[in-house]
């Protein structure tokens, strides 16, 4: 079951442009966590060219807002970030490494977040009308956390969603109200109902909602991955979580 906003591993686009051979990228990882100083002011995106064709791909940076369903708004991003190389031309089989370099405020005041597009940069078409080019853009989320702060989850309500096939789970609305963001899969939720209840871990939440990015000031709703009793009218849910950082 997928709930619209849940997963926000990734974008990725195939558009059809026109006419030639398609090209295809590996891109890793799809989840950055950084901090504003220190050894993890750095990271490195890898592509790996999977096509038979040289593979033309450039860096486009976007900052990121994401509202309670985790629907990000999106906006240019500044001169935070210094990549290495912006653009380059990997041949077929061949692995390029982006290195990324923090160079916005070192003593930053919150976690701000953004994404890396890896954008396939569109070659010029042959004129031939049997070819299709694929364009593809991968895009990875990277957070970046001030060098002091731990953050924290609270929850501030409870309820039930019905899903199309009329199956009842539970969702819960969480609130980050620290500088530093929050990854909700470190959590762990007890969901109860009268004399019925279930704990979910850190693990399943991982994989069912994916990265779950709760930003400082922010409120996120997640439904959860276990299925109601019939009998249940209302539920209650009780959150512990542990950050990794």
């Not at 240019?76 to 490494?97: K, R």
């Not at 009308?129 to 989850?153: E, I, W």
């Not at 279930?198 to 779950?212: K, P």
Request: proline share 8%; charged share 15%.
């Amino acid at each position: 079951m997928r709930f619209p906003g849940q997963r926000l591993a990734a974008y990725f686009f195939c558009l059809f442009c026109g006419i030639s051979a398609a090209s295809a990228m590996t891109v890793t990882p799809m989840q950055i966590e950084m901090s504003s100083i220190g050894r993890q002011s750095r990271g490195v995106i890898t592509v790996v060219n999977d096509s038979e064709l040289p593979l033309p791909v450039e860096i486009v940076i976007k900052r990121a807002s994401l509202d309670q369903r985790g629907v990000p708004r999106l906006s240019n991003a500044g001169e935070e970030f210094l990549v290495m190389p912006p653009q380059a031309l990997i041949a077929p089989g061949a692995t390029q490494n982006f290195r990324l370099q923090w160079l916005g405020e070192p003593l930053l005041e919150k976690s701000e977040s953004f994404f890396f597009y890896v954008n396939q940069i569109p070659i010029k078409l042959s004129g031939r009308h049997h070819d299709v080019q694929l364009v593809f853009s991968v895009g990875v989320m990277a957070n970046v956390a001030p060098p002091r702060g731990v953050p924290a989850l609270n929850v501030v309500g409870s309820s039930i969603v019905i899903d199309k096939s009329g199956r009842r789970y539970p969702a819960i609305t969480v609130e980050n109200p620290t500088r530093v963001h929050a990854l909700f899969p470190q959590s762990t939720v007890q969901v109860s109902s009268g004399s019925w209840s279930e704990t979910i871990s850190s693990g399943e939440l991982a994989q069912f909602i994916g990265i779950g990015l709760v930003q400082p000031g922010h409120r996120r709703r997640f439904v959860l991955p276990v299925v109601l009793p019939a009998a249940a009218a209302s539920v209650q849910c009780k959150l512990q979580f542990k950050p990794q950082r």
